[in-house]
């Protein structure tokens, strides 16, 4: 004779919900637990969280317990009284729903008449996915649009490079500036290696090499492969970023030859 699956109950209630609408402990739970029975269901554990704000799932002990057994796959299903006593944030929701998704827990919702036990109810899930994913694209998308308009604006939209400061947010030479010009100029006229040259002024071999290439020192501002006039000033000249090009260039190739 095979188990039953077993499910967990999550209730909910403030002080205030429960002065506001009379929806008790109690009341959800024994709503729950019939529920969850009448579908073939054994019971796992009630997981309880009194008196918590519904604004944010990671500072509710019972909740963070029961989605890290969700994970643990120590049930098959959750079941809720009502969306909000879940959560009020519509991310969070998402969030949560998707890892339930990806953990193969089916999740039911019984006011809001939502549940994954059925071929219906799994469709949900993949509409929740589908604006999931949509929004987040649609924010990448304008965090994009956003950075690529100060940039043509001239403006920063990476970090502050070695050499420079954010003042009124624009970029200007910083105390220390006189290090960029030091640092190609060494590079370009002595035979010094790039471990000899990262060691000297305090940088990793990576670090220098994105010194040495870094267009922003030409009071350009690059962003998704385009390249436009910054609104701040140059600390090298185009010669002298040019030669050290070459010479970079050189020093790559000899390393290639076998």
């Given at each position: 004779?095979?188990?039953?699956?077993?499910?967990?109950?999550y209730?909910?209630?403030?002080?205030?919900?429960?002065a506001?609408?009379?929806?008790?402990l109690?009341?959800?739970?024994?709503?729950l637990?019939?529920?969850?029975?009448?579908?073939?269901?054994?019971?796992?554990?009630?997981?309880?969280?009194?008196?918590?704000?519904?604004?944010?799932?990671?500072?509710?002990?019972?909740?963070?317990?029961?989605?890290?057994?969700?994970?643990?796959?120590?049930?098959?299903?959750?079941?809720?009284?009502?969306l909000?006593?879940?959560?009020?944030?519509?991310?969070?929701?998402?969030?949560?729903?998707?890892?339930?998704?990806?953990?193969n827990?089916?999740?039911?919702?019984?006011?809001?008449?939502?549940?994954?036990?059925?071929?219906?109810?799994?469709?949900?899930?993949?509409?929740v996915?589908?604006?999931?994913?949509?929004?987040?694209?649609?924010?990448?998308?304008?965090?994009?649009?956003?950075?690529?308009?100060?940039?043509?604006d001239?403006?920063?939209?990476?970090?502050?490079?070695?050499?420079?400061?954010?003042?009124?947010?624009?970029?200007?030479?910083?105390?220390?500036?006189?290090i960029?010009?030091?640092?190609?100029?060494?590079?370009?006229?002595?035979?010094?290696?790039?471990?000899?040259?990262?060691?000297?002024?305090?940088?990793?071999?990576?670090?220098l090499?994105?010194?040495?290439t870094?267009?922003?020192y030409?009071?350009?501002?690059?962003?998704?492969?385009?390249?436009?006039?910054?609104?701040?000033?140059?600390?090298?000249?185009?010669?002298?970023?040019?030669?050290?090009?070459?010479?970079?260039?050189?020093v790559?190739?000899?390393?290639?030859?076998?």
């Amino acid at each position: 004779m095979n188990a039953k699956p077993l499910a967990a109950i999550y209730v909910r209630v403030s002080t205030e919900d429960q002065a506001k609408h009379g929806i008790s402990l109690q009341a959800q739970e024994q709503a729950l637990l019939n529920y969850a029975k009448a579908l073939g269901y054994d019971i796992y554990k009630i997981y309880k969280d009194e008196g918590k704000s519904a604004k944010d799932i990671k500072h509710r002990r019972e909740m963070v317990q029961m989605l890290s057994d969700a994970e643990a796959r120590k049930f098959q299903a959750i079941f809720i009284y009502k969306l909000d006593r879940f959560s009020r944030s519509l991310m969070d929701l998402i969030t949560t729903i998707e890892k339930l998704k990806e953990w193969n827990i089916d999740f039911v919702s019984l006011q809001d008449k939502i549940e994954t036990t059925s071929a219906t109810g799994k469709l949900m899930f993949h509409i929740v996915s589908a604006f999931a994913e949509f929004e987040r694209n649609v924010t990448s998308e304008r965090t994009r649009f956003t950075m690529g308009v100060k940039a043509k604006d001239g403006n920063l939209v990476t970090r502050v490079p070695l050499g420079y400061k954010i003042v009124n947010k624009k970029l200007e030479p910083a105390e220390n500036s006189y290090i960029i010009q030091e640092i190609y100029q060494t590079f370009l006229n002595n035979d010094i290696s790039l471990t000899q040259l990262a060691k000297k002024y305090g940088l990793s071999v990576n670090g220098l090499k994105k010194v040495l290439t870094n267009q922003t020192y030409l009071g350009k501002i690059k962003f998704a492969g385009q390249l436009s006039q910054g609104s701040h000033n140059p600390l090298v000249s185009q010669e002298l970023f040019n030669k050290v090009q070459e010479k970079l260039n050189k020093v790559k190739n000899s390393l290639d030859e076998p």
